[in-house]
């Protein structure tokens, strides 16, 4: 993956973890490590949007 790409925020919405699905497993915060609640999609170009993971407190940093 090219992390010079263009990441245009797009919005934050809350994030459901699924304890009961199969395969589920623990999501967590892309900048601190800790439990994410919240999920950032952005838009990196040609229809593709990129998912991010963050806690509470890193998601209100997130542009
Ligand atoms: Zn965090």
Redesign the pocket.
């Known amino acids: 993956m090219d992390l010079e790409m263009q990441k245009n925020f797009i919005h934050l919405r809350s994030f459901e973890d699924k304890p009961n699905y199969p395969n589920s497993k623990p999501k967590f915060?892309v900048?601190?490590g800790?439990k994410a609640t919240q999920e950032a999609l952005f838009n990196v170009g040609d229809g593709v949007i990129l998912v991010e993971k963050?806690?509470d407190?890193?998601a209100k940093n997130v542009k």
């Open positions: 915060c900048t601190c800790t963050y806690c407190a890193c």
